[in-house]
């Protein structure tokens, strides 16, 4: 109906419609795919939850995948509610990767009670940093933050395989050193026996107080109080003198920041080292989070759960359907639930279809 | 007027609720063929809400809407467009990048075969439809060049365009100076004799005596009574009906000490909108900018609030607050609560170590919320829900509140009802007794003259007379053409 007025924000109610309608749709379009190979829905539905909630192992990677998508979630929440598209966490991700591999590898003479903060802090600086000149560049001149950090994306691909291939690589290879043993985070089964085998690590516990943290930063302090406020209305708020440019600015860095924590689950929780592609793909993957997420930390922590789940379901599914089923499915949800987000349409600017008052 | 005429709109025991807020309780509206009906209320009284329903925009939780006499079997924005209702709104929908007739047509186009518009066939249509409403828009100018009388003139053209019958808007003269309202109530008779409904929501009681058939009053979401208006009714007695019981007299301004200057302004430049601008204001001071809209008062304002750089020039004062043009946009985050929009840009004042005390900004809302009479007073409501005047309430509250030594206000009392419009002239009375700086900038004249010591005329960028509160419109008005006859006070 085309009776609907604008005139009030989304209510609780249209939220959980929009979230149970995606979920509704992305189950439709699994059973759909899956039927096209000749499998049996049901079956595959079974096989998929068997291999990620069914046993402790399978939980276990489902945390491990979960852990650099709520990272990334964050990253792009943040962004959202400054009103900013944040599309760099993919390159923000990698070049923090790169830089917490190589300042690990040479953390040995330090105990782990220090080593371990100060690399989580270079990861968070390494991912911020690369997201200033888009933010600069936004805060100074306007200039569209997706463009801004689309073009750092792709500089930090062919400038990580540049300085790979430069020597920064180990010999005869496209990774890394190894982290030393100080630098390298604990795995989750170290306290939970019962997770053995699997990858999650304390990335996990980084991960979910980021979560809580930027909820509780975005809502008492009033850094975080003023970016939301710009982002709902940044002419209201640089006539009520809120340095606008300065907040814009500043939550693209920590947006950055977030993402560059990725790295804490891929790289010093799990590999122990960097190589090309490490981490590819949780950048994009946080868009799907944060969208899914509906604004609150619960809900991104759910919403990278749900994502993990798939993304290790596609493997436990592998042998009867290709496992890229299920990037179809994220896009899926990625398009259902951003059709009822306003935040998505005004990040992505209606610029010329404002009345013309 | 004749009763038994078919009701061309009815409305009867109309329901709506936003939330918990109750915006129309019990509402019954007939609009007749042939008439000009004003509909009067305080502000939140639930005019636009009734009206939005009536022209399918809202749905009612409860109520029947009759069209020429048929309940439709279901009515929103686009039933209504096909059974000839529009409505004009306070915001208008308009593209500004387009072209006037691209804006006219849009929706509507004339086509010819695969879907090419037929633009010879679109510029007759157009042509026609402005001819009968007996106005001059050049078809090709960009909408956005338009100024805002013209904007409205072509929402009504739009509307005719679609062949409306029932011609509805909301607050249309708020944003027009007084000629360009008695032009708009021309045009409106026009439609009405000629076989069209045409309500108007307006606060100017002047105008409903002078230009409106029947009028409908509304009070907190009910509407009290319809009667006929009979040419000459006193403003008076249709003033009582509003309120509720007789009006209390304007208590006049008293004089006021003046003391040292507060706001010093030396050649100021912006563009060509601003060509040396100079003038004073001094403490316990009211001063009034008049002039025709676009002659770079709304860049005065602009400039002197930081939302625009000057080119060159001076600017001095102490601490100064502003209150912008269009609340909605410059004054007001919509989507926040009234408690943020209360305390907007201050919150450094209630942080410690970078977190904001809530208890505190709290208090601060709820006294701001009291002091200055917002309503509903619920500090956690968004500013969306609030209507236009109690909006315009916590703009000007929150300058006010902070005690500034220089308050720059654009149209304080526009879109405002008569009660608060009184409460506000008050308030900045009281600000400048208090030893306030104030600039106020207003279309309308006769607030002009009731609040100011003297009146600055802006036209063309500069000021090109400076007169007494004494002087009478016909001397502003020649000011406000560029005419130099006007003397200096």
Known sequence: MTSVAPTEGPSRRTEVLAVTSALLVAWIAFALLVWIYGESPLLMGRLLLDGTWGTAYGAGQVLFKATPLLCTGVAVEVGLRAGLFNIGAEGQLAVASVAVAVVGAHVGPLPSIVALPLLVLVAMAAGGAWAVLPALLRARFGAHEVIGTIMMNRIADAGIGALLGGGLAVAGSVRTANLAPSGELPRLDAVLPALHGSAASFALVLAVLLAFASEWALRRTRVGRELVLVGKNPIACAAARIPVPARLALALTLSGACAGLASAGTVLGYKGYYEMGLGAGAGFGGLAVALLGRGSAVGLVLAALFFGTLQQGGLAINAHVPREVMDVLVGVVILAVSLGDARVRRAAGRASLVAAT | ?489
Request: proline residues 3%; aromatic residues 2%; hydrophobic residues 45%.
């Open chain 2, 1 to 489: 007027m004749a009763s038994g005429a078919q009701a061309a709109l009815r409305l009867s025991g109309i329901r709506k609720r936003f939330g918990a807020i109750v915006a129309v309780k019990d509402a019954a509206l007939e609009v007749r063929v042939g008439a000009v009906h004003a509909i009067v209320g305080e502000n939140g009284a639930g005019k636009s809400t009734l009206l939005k329903i009536g022209a399918g925009i809202l749905a009612p939780d409860a109520g029947q809407i009759r069209v020429a006499g048929e309940e439709p079997p279901h009515y929103d924005a686009r039933a209504a467009q096909a059974l000839g209702i529009a409505m004009v709104q306070q915001h208008f929908a308009l593209f500004g990048d387009l072209t006037v007739l691209e804006n006219l047509i849009l929706g509507a186009e004339p086509s010819r075969s695969a879907g090419r518009i037929d633009v010879a066939k679109a510029r007759a249509l157009a042509t026609r439809a402005l001819a009968g409403l007996g106005v001059t828009l050049a078809l090709d100018a960009k909408v956005k060049e338009l100024g805002v009388a013209d904007k409205q003139r072509l929402e009504i053209v739009r509307a005719l365009y679609r062949e409306a019958r029932v011609l509805i808007l909301d607050e249309p003269t708020a944003i027009l100076t007084p000629g360009e309202a008695d032009a708009l109530y021309v045009t409106l008779r026009r439609l009405a004799t000629e076989g069209r409904a045409v309500v108007v929501v307006t606060h100017r009681l002047d105008e409903v005596a002078e230009h409106a058939d029947v009028v409908t009053v509304m009070r907190r979401g009910e509407t009290r009574g319809t009667r006929d208006v009979e040419r000459g009714a006193s403003v008076e007695s249709l003033a009582a009906e509003l309120v509720g019981g007789a009006l209390p007299p304007e208590i006049a301004p008293a004089a006021r000490e003046l003391g040292e200057v507060r706001l010093d302004v030396r050649d100021l430049a912006c563009g060509r909108a601003l060509r040396g601008v100079s003038f004073d204001v001094r403490a316990g001071e009211i001063v009034g900018v008049a002039g025709v809209l676009g002659n770079g008062q709304s860049e005065l304002v602009r400039v002197l609030g930081g939302l625009l750089a000057e080119d060159a020039g001076r600017v001095a004062a102490g601490s100064i607050e502003v209150v912008h043009e269009d609340r909605q946009s410059e004054g007001l985050v919509l989507d926040a609560s009234v408690e943020d929009n209360l305390v907007l840009g201050e919150l450094g004042s209630y942080t410690r170590r970078g977190v904001v005390d809530d208890d505190r900004v709290h208090a601060t809302a709820v006294a701001r919320i009291a002091r200055f009479d917002v309503r509903p007073a619920d500090p956690s409501l968004s500013a969306r829900a609030l209507s236009g005047g109690n909006q315009q309430k916590i703009v000007l509250g929150r300058a006010l509140a902070r005690e500034p030594h220089v308050l720059v206000v654009a149209h304080p009392t526009r879109g405002v009802d008569l009660l608060a419009a009184r409460s506000i002239h008050e308030q900045l009375r009281a600000a400048a007794a208090r030893g306030m700086a104030l600039l106020v900038v207003s279309a309308d004249l006769h607030e002009l003259r009731q609040l100011a010591d003297r009146i600055l005329v802006m036209f063309r960028g500069q000021i090109t007379a400076t007169l007494p509160p004494t002087a009478d419109d016909h001397a502003i008005g020649a000011a406000m053409l560029g005419g130099q006859t006007a003397a200096s006070a």
